[in-house]
């Protein structure tokens, strides 16, 4: 690929600021200083640095954000900030969130530039299952743990797949977590709905074989750790 633009990739700044730093001969490839702006780069055998330190280049990168509440699933708003917003110092990646959490849902959002794995884990022939911790307004019975395992009857009419309903507590405000295989819009409130209660709060704790990880606070987010990567590589 050309230089200048596994440069920019990198974070070097614009094609404009990329060409100033090779123009101040600070960019190097296999040690020799690079004289022209346009000439090409194998990003896996060639050893490029600029001020004498390695540029390590990655097309795709993948993150684990801690949702917060109040953020929106998307890359840009002119009202609300979005989840992208949280990832400092990747501007330079063209980042999205993979799938979507409502505004008022915390948790577990992956943020990549993958477009391919966004259609693996969101898409339903994948199948790919999320689990969600939620806080019920009211109890939370067996009865619906058996209407969920059936799947149950949306407002519009949409019958879900079977949903997995675990009760961890059941009182005036019941504790669960609920592991679905789809992402239709709202459906973990509409799931909710369909036997007459109400989620108070939502968060995701799961998706596939990646757990949110716990040591992160809210609107902290980190890489994709080897082994989530190997999951990811595995659909
Ligand atoms: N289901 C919902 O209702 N909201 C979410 O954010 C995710 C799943």
């Given at each position: 690929?050309?230089?200048?633009?596994?440069?920019?990739?990198?974070?070097?700044?614009?094609?404009?600021?990329?060409?100033?730093?090779?123009?101040?001969?600070?960019?190097?490839?296999?040690?020799?200083?690079?004289?022209?702006v346009?000439?090409?780069?194998?990003?896996?055998?060639?050893?490029?640095?600029?001020?004498?330190?390695?540029?390590?280049?990655?097309?795709?990168?993948?993150?684990?954000?801690?949702?917060?509440?109040?953020?929106?699933?998307?890359?840009?708003?002119?009202?609300?900030?979005?989840v992208?917003?949280?990832?400092?110092?990747?501007?330079?990646?063209?980042?999205?969130?993979?799938?979507?959490?409502?505004?008022?849902?915390?948790?577990?959002?992956?943020?990549?530039?993958d477009?391919?794995?966004n259609?693996?884990?969101?898409?339903?022939?994948?199948?790919?299952?999320?689990?969600?911790?939620?806080?019920?307004q009211?109890?939370?019975?067996?009865?619906?743990?058996?209407?969920?395992?059936?799947g149950?009857?949306?407002?519009?009419?949409?019958?879900?797949?079977?949903?997995?309903?675990?009760?961890?507590?059941?009182?005036?405000?019941?504790?669960?977590?609920?592991?679905?295989?789809?992402?239709?819009?709202?459906?973990?409130?509409?799931?909710?709905?369909?036997?007459?209660?109400?989620?108070?709060?939502?968060?995701?704790?799961?998706?596939?074989?990646?757990?949110?990880?716990?040591?992160?606070?809210?609107?902290?987010?980190?890489?994709?750790?080897?082994?989530?990567?190997?999951?990811?590589?595995?659909?």
């Open positions: 690929m050309r230089l200048d633009k596994l440069l920019s990739h990198a974070g070097f700044g614009s094609r404009r600021d990329v060409k100033e730093l090779i123009k101040k001969k600070l960019v190097t490839v296999n040690n020799e200083v690079v004289r022209k346009n000439i090409k780069v194998d990003p896996d055998k060639d050893i490029v640095e600029v001020n004498q330190k390695q540029v390590i280049y990655e097309e795709n990168v993948y993150f684990m954000l801690n949702k917060p509440d109040g953020y929106l699933s998307a890359t840009i708003d002119n009202k609300f900030p979005v992208t917003d949280l990832i400092n110092g990747y501007d330079h990646y063209d980042l999205f969130p993979v799938g979507r959490l409502d505004k008022d849902t915390e948790g577990l959002l992956i943020i990549t530039n477009g391919a794995l259609h693996k884990l969101t898409s339903p022939n994948y199948e790919v299952p999320k689990t969600y911790y939620a806080e019920i009211g109890k939370v019975t067996e009865e619906d743990v058996k209407l969920f395992s059936q149950v009857v949306l407002d519009d009419g949409y019958h879900t797949k079977p949903g997995q309903l675990k009760i961890i507590t059941s009182d005036h405000l019941s504790k669960i977590e609920l592991t679905i295989t789809e992402g239709k819009y709202h459906q973990v409130k509409r799931m909710f709905k369909s036997v007459d209660k109400e989620v108070v709060y939502l968060k995701r704790i799961k998706m596939g074989e990646i757990k949110l990880d716990e040591s992160l606070k809210l609107g902290e987010f980190r890489r994709l750790n080897e082994i989530e990567m190997n999951y990811c590589h595995s659909l």
